[in-house]
């Protein structure tokens, strides 16, 4: 009987398994918790000829931007500050990680954000 109880708790764990998430499905988180003063960012590799649409409410003002690190160096070729909503579509001109980023102010907040990839046709 242990021998039949383990093979079946195997079972479960191995059905429950899966391959790597797909990096390019739309995300869509309701109610991000932010603290004072703290960050939250959601990275995806882009190149030329990519989209990445986004948009986002928030309870209270944050400063959101979309970002990519070139050595030291942070570039943010999208930058709002103070903003509950926003939305729209980057189009990169460079191949890079970019990252799309909130950040609360001196109160708790709580994000509602959708982010996805749509790939340049072949």
Partial sequence: MRRLLSAGAWLLVAGCASGPANPDAP???N?????PYASVEECRTLAPGDRLDYRFTSTS???FNI???ESNAVIMPIVREGVVADSGIFQPIVAQRFCVAWEAGAVP???SYRIAVRRRAP
């Fill in 67 to 69: 970002h990519y690190r």
């Fill in 109 to 111: 907040v709580a994000v």
């Fill in 31 to 35: 109610g991000q918790n932010i603290a």
């Fill in 27 to 29: 995300l869509e988180v």
């Fill in 61 to 63: 003002p944050v400063a």
